[in-house]
């Protein structure tokens, strides 16, 4: 009985889990493609780009070195880098709204075999970065609560997810700085 109960709430906390990361998701893809874009913007914006870039690099440093802390049993380490993960992205996520409100979409216009590869990149990245909302709230949620039992399993989950997130953010910027001209 006592089981079920347990289940039963952890089965409420990620139906509150997934709820919460799809108004976000829905808010996100509002704000990026249906919100009417400024007409104008400051000069600053066009640096946003760079920002995230160095957002998404240092997400992939900090994931990957807090992977390697908790592999070497470091979890006061762990904590820290995982936090600084979860600033890291959401600075990005700032900057990146940013960016959209003022400037909108930046087309990709490269013609040749670049194109395919970099939508496969751009859909991957966008259909991953849906599904890593919830994993990472849900990993951060666990954690939180100290069931490591459930933080272990869905971070095994989260973390492959959120770094190819984080990478190929960092390789869109790169395709577009390069290809784009």
Known sequence: MEQEIHNSARSREWVLIILVSSLITLFLFWWIYAKEVS????????????????????????????YVAIKKNNKSKHIKLML???????????????????????????????????????????????????????????????????????????FPVWLYVSVTGVLIFVFLKVFNH
């Open 39 to 66: 007409s104008t913007y400051p000069a600053w914006v066009l640096f946003l780009p760079y920002v995230n870039a160095l957002c998404n690099s240092l997400t992939t440093v900090f994931l990957i070195s807090g």
């Open 84 to 158: 600084s993960a979860v600033l890291t992205s959401a600075v990005f996520l700032i900057s990146y709204l940013l960016y959209h409100h003022y400037h909108g979409d930046t087309k990709f216009i490269a013609t040749g075999i670049i194109r395919p590869i970099y939508f496969f990149i751009l859909i991957s990245h966008i259909a991953l970065s849906i599904v890593q909302l919830p994993a990472i709230l849900g990993t951060l949620y666990f954690a939180a609560k100290s069931n490591w039992k459930v933080h272990r399993k869905i971070a095994r989950f989260t």
